[in-house]
């Protein structure tokens, strides 16, 4: 988990206490749709077919228990008693009034959650590996990154308004479980050949109505310029992004009628300006951000326990085991994997009861840790392998009940 | 920029205004009361551009009702009962395409 500063818990306060301010002048009368429109979406409110819905963030898709029984809460006190976790490691609730709007930002922001840079064209939620910083082989825990990334386009003044919305995803495994290819900047940590950490840069990719695959800008980024890089990106799409047709606006547009070649040259130009700048990344900044994540305390565990291998002869449990369960760094735990996806329905979407069973879960079996990906699946982050049966038996459970109520 | 209001407008059938409550996003439609109903069987129906635009103009004037309200079109029965005259609006009526979680 990320431990938020004081700043950070002050500006969601103010924010909530700012937003409850503008919603009651809107519901006043003292405020037009017009001029309430862009400052519901600063906070993640959009206005969709049949009621109002609510955008909540889940930086690195990382949520606490607490934060999971919150999610829970807003559910059933403010909408109808159930969420929608996204494909960008986010949740909506799609029934919420504007009227309980302030109370449910005010109920968010207390456990450190808010809708700020859910929509609008800024940068949006920045999104990594469900799996960071628990997978195998990764070259470093990509939420740090995504983690910088976040403090870095927060309210940015320069990218409030750029063409579109920007989408930045980060993955630092060989497996790319946060599908960067798909996203407007795309980052891709590995080692060069003298064995330095840093960033591949891919640009352009993005789904809708006009997809394109993201291409290779830069193969090596140092993580000292990996902000000013960025910046230089961001700024070359600002000065050139198209504004005057919202289907043609977003950056892959314009990296796909540029050609990468030149749209890499415009940015290199850029980026001389200003890479030695203030953005220029110092190791104890990144120190510092790593500092406050802080990880389980482990135990030293067999990876194969008897209660294990005891469960493997029940085949409903080694089915599920196969399924859901993936290898951990560390030995005698596992990751397991939370279907979020009933059969013949839609994907993402868990009630309130399951949100507090998860996290009651979570917090018997998982050092009281979710994560949401972007397949729209939740899991628990590690578990020990000794638990697998207890934790699981319940998963089982809930599917087998999905599929039961569903058919 | 042109208001939407002195754009041309083309209708070819019967058509009402609908939009979003303010307060909670309900679905509601433009009665001839010049209020608004949930109930679609309330709403004013309109056949001519002219009123149309006259109908769409007062939901407009009601921007602390009502948030961003158009001309739909509608189909009157032979019985008089007025139905949604395309998809969208069939499903802003009758609600989402598939049934919705529900708590244990």
């Known amino acids: ?407 | 920029m042109t208001s939407p209001l002195q754009q041309k407008l083309k209708i070819t059938g019967p058509s009402i205004v609908t939009a979003n409550r303010t307060s909670d996003g309900v679905v509601i439609y433009r009665t001839p009361a010049k209020d608004w109903s949930t109930e679609l069987s309330d709403a004013a129906i309109v056949r001519t551009a002219d009123d149309a635009k006259a109908l769409w103009a007062e939901a407009i004037a009601d921007d602390l009702g009502a948030v961003g309200s158009y001309i739909a079109p509608v189909q009157i029965g032979s019985d008089g009962t007025i139905e949604p005259g395309n998809f969208r609006e069939s499903i802003r009526l009758r609600g989402t395409t598939f049934a919705l979680p529900a708590s244990a």
Request: net charge positive.
């Open chain 1, 1 to 407: 988990m990320y431990i938020h500063d004081e700043f950070d818990r002050t500006l969601l306060q103010e924010r909530a206490s700012e937003f409850r301010d503008q919603v009651q002048r809107r519901l006043s009368g003292e405020l037009t749709e017009d001029e309430f429109k862009s400052l519901r979406l600063m906070n993640g409110v959009y206005l969709q077919l049949h009621a109002y819905m609510l955008r909540i963030a889940i930086p690195y898709g990382t949520l606490s228990s607490t934060q999971l029984r919150m999610l829970a809460h807003v559910a059933r006190t403010y909408d109808r008693g159930y969420g929608h976790f996204t494909t960008r490691q986010n949740i909506q609730f799609n029934w919420i009034k504007l009227s309980d709007l302030p109370n449910a930002m005010a109920d968010l922001a207390s456990v450190g959650v808010h809708g700020i840079q859910t929509s609008g064209n800024c940068i949006r939620n920045v999104t990594t590996d469900q799996w960071g910083g628990v997978a195998p082989g990764e070259i470093d825990d990509p939420r740090i990154w995504a983690e910088v990334m976040r403090q870095y386009s927060t309210l940015h003044p320069e990218f409030s308004f750029l063409p579109r919305k920007f989408k930045i995803g980060i993955t630092a495994s060989d497996h790319d479980r946060a599908a960067i290819k798909i996203h407007d900047i795309g980052l891709r940590l590995h080692r060069n050949g003298a064995g330095e950490t840093g960033f591949e840069v891919l640009v352009g990719g993005g789904l809708g109505r006009t997809p394109f695959i993201a291409k290779t800008i830069k193969p090596f980024v140092t993580r000292r310029d990996i902000l000013t890089y960025i910046e230089a990106i961001l700024r070359v799409y600002n000065q050139y992004g198209r504004r005057d047709n919202i289907y043609k606006a977003r950056i892959k547009i314009l990296v796909h009628e540029l050609g990468i070649e030149r749209f890499a040259r415009e940015v290199e130009d850029e980026w001389q300006q200003i890479k030695d700048g203030q953005l220029a990344l110092d190791e104890a900044v990144i120190d510092e951000i790593r500092s406050r994540f802080r990880y389980p305390a482990y135990e030293k565990l067999t990876d194969n326990p008897a209660e294990l291998k005891q469960g493997f002869e029940d085949p409903a449990f080694k089915a599920w085991y196969r399924n859901s369960v993936r290898a951990h760094r560390v030995p005698g735990y596992g990751i397991v994997t939370l279907s979020l996806k009933p059969i013949g329905g839609p994907p993402g979407d868990a009630t309130a009861e399951q949100m507090d069973a998860i996290a009651d879960l979570a917090d018997r079996y998982a050092f009281g840790e979710i994560r949401v990906g972007h397949e729209q699946n939740l899991c628990f982050p590690s578990v020990a392998k000794r638990d697998l049966r207890r934790c699981g038996a319940p998963s089982m459970r809930s599917a087998s009940q999905r599929r039961t109520s569903i058919s």
